[in-house]
């Protein structure tokens, strides 16, 4: 049951990357690839139905963690607390951004929140990279799995490397994203720089894996990583010949093949110490009772059908490309405006705001 849960952990993981890392790509280029109003409306707009839906992965994955391995949850958060108050700070200053953009008809005040937006979607990938890497990586853990030193212990060279290979990856993710979702001239402008930055961004996940497999690393987690390297030639391919959605899910497959391989690396470790091997957190020893276990595991059976079911159908709604041909201007009504104006807040049923689209925007 213990290692059942750490592969639930896994997976959790796997889908937060690919699903949020695409977002958070779109937010990284919002300024490079929207130049206009109009066009970053059109960015906004890719991902304004499934955001929020995608961070519930986040929020399960760490719900998990706490539960299954309450150890491990709290040696590894109480090590990488600075670090991880500044991933939600980047979080929650992105979401709310999204939200308020739209509020004011004022350039000035787009501007404002659109760096809110670029900031947070850099901030949190990084903080994930780190987070993850430090995992597999190891903390100064003493034998009562507290850590020792300094509250800046988790940064090391091993865990900038895994920041900067998460950030990487969601940068090209995010292009290729924007690619299959938009049409026009975003459309191109997002094909090539996604196949200009794709060598130079994920080279540090090709390194990162690297350097797990030969300190940690088993045949079958090498075969992970060459199946990483494969994939991410595949989506580059696929990429030149115009195919965004065969290149999506390549890059699907290579974070999958990634998380794999981390994970297999760290088993049966669940946080590794750096001081002694002895004093590190196993699978076994960090779990929860079998009992608590097997509850969550009756209750993940009938509740994880239900949530993939309805984010497939969000997706599947939201499925078509969109162009600035569907962001209309937005007219700011004056105060003594009639209540019936149409205003830039948040799209009344049929209207396109320049937030994130509800359920009356243009998918």
């Given at each position: 049951?213990?290692?059942?849960?750490?592969?639930?952990?896994?997976?959790?993981?796997?889908?937060?990357?690919f699903?949020?890392?695409?977002?958070?790509?779109?937010?990284?280029?919002?300024?490079?690839?929207g130049?206009?109003?109009?066009e970053?409306?059109?960015?906004i707009?890719?991902?304004?139905?499934?955001?929020?839906?995608?961070?519930?992965w986040l929020?399960?994955?760490?719900?998990?963690?706490?539960a299954?391995?309450p150890?491990?949850?709290?040696?590894?958060?109480?090590?990488?607390?600075?670090?991880?108050?500044?991933?939600?700070?980047?979080?929650?200053?992105?979401?709310?951004?999204?939200?308020?953009?739209?509020?004011?008809?004022?350039?000035?005040?787009?501007?404002?929140?659109?760096a809110?937006?670029?900031?947070?979607?850099?901030?949190a990938?990084?903080?994930?990279?780190?987070?993850?890497?430090?995992?597999?990586?190891?903390?100064?853990?003493?034998a009562?799995?507290?850590?020792?030193?300094?509250?800046?212990?988790?940064?090391?060279?091993?865990?900038?490397?895994g920041?900067?290979?998460?950030?990487?990856?969601?940068l090209?993710?995010?292009?290729?994203?924007?690619?299959?979702?938009?049409?026009?001239?975003?459309?191109?402008?997002?094909?090539?720089l996604?196949?200009?930055?794709?060598?130079?961004?994920l080279?540090?996940?090709?390194?990162?894996?690297?350097?797990?497999?030969?300190?940690?690393g088993?045949?079958?987690?090498?075969?992970?990583?060459?199946?990483?390297?494969?994939?991410a030639?595949?989506?580059?391919?696929?990429?030149?010949?115009?195919?965004?959605?065969?290149?999506?899910?390549?890059?699907?497959v290579?974070?999958?093949?990634t998380?794999?391989?981390?994970?297999?690396?760290l088993?049966?470790?669940?946080?590794?110490?750096t001081l002694?091997?002895?004093?590190s957190?196993?699978?076994?020893g960090?779990?929860?009772?079998?009992?608590?276990l097997?509850?969550?595991?009756?209750v993940?059976a009938?509740?994880?059908?239900?949530v993939?079911?309805?984010?497939?159908?969000?997706?599947?709604?939201?499925?078509?490309?969109?162009g600035?041909?569907?962001i209309?201007?937005?007219s700011?009504?004056?105060?003594?405006?009639?209540?019936?104006?149409?205003?830039?807040?948040?799209?009344?049923?049929?209207?396109v705001s320049?937030?994130?689209?509800?359920?009356g925007?243009?998918?």
């Open positions: 049951m213990e290692t059942l849960w750490f592969c639930v952990i896994a997976l959790l993981w796997l889908g937060y990357l699903l949020e890392g695409f977002d958070f790509g779109v937010g990284m280029l919002l300024p490079v690839l130049r206009s109003e109009r970053r409306r059109v960015l707009n890719t991902i304004g139905p499934v955001w929020d839906g995608n961070e519930v929020l399960v994955a760490g719900g998990a963690t706490f299954a391995f150890d491990w949850y709290a040696s590894l958060f109480s090590s990488v607390y600075l670090p991880l108050v500044l991933f939600l700070l980047a979080l929650i200053g992105r979401g709310v951004a999204f939200e308020y953009r739209g509020k004011v008809d004022s350039a000035r005040w787009r501007r404002t929140w659109d809110v937006i670029v900031a947070g979607s850099w901030v990938p990084l903080g994930v990279g780190l987070l993850l890497s430090a995992t597999v990586f190891g903390m100064p853990l003493d009562a799995g507290d850590r020792v030193g300094s509250p800046f212990a988790s940064i090391r060279w091993e865990t900038l490397l920041a900067a290979a998460v950030a990487g990856y969601a090209v993710h995010g292009a290729v994203f924007l690619s299959l979702k938009t049409e026009g001239e975003v459309r191109e402008r997002a094909r090539a996604a196949l200009k930055v794709a060598p130079v961004a080279l540090p996940l090709l390194v990162l894996l690297l350097t797990v497999q030969l300190r940690f088993s045949a079958w987690t090498w075969g992970a990583s060459i199946v990483v390297a494969l994939a030639l595949g989506a580059y391919g696929r990429l030149v010949l115009r195919r965004e959605g065969q290149a999506f899910a390549l890059m699907g290579a974070v999958a093949a998380v794999a391989a981390l994970f297999g690396a088993y049966p470790n669940v946080l590794p110490s002694d091997p002895a004093w957190l196993t699978v076994a960090a779990a929860s009772s079998p009992y608590t097997t509850v969550m595991t009756w993940a009938f509740g994880t059908p239900a993939l079911v309805y984010q497939g159908w969000t997706y599947w709604v939201f499925r078509k490309r969109i600035t041909r569907h209309p201007a937005v700011v009504p004056s105060a003594s405006a009639p209540s019936g104006s149409v205003s830039s807040g948040p799209a009344s049923s049929g209207s320049s937030g994130p689209a509800s359920s925007q243009v998918p």
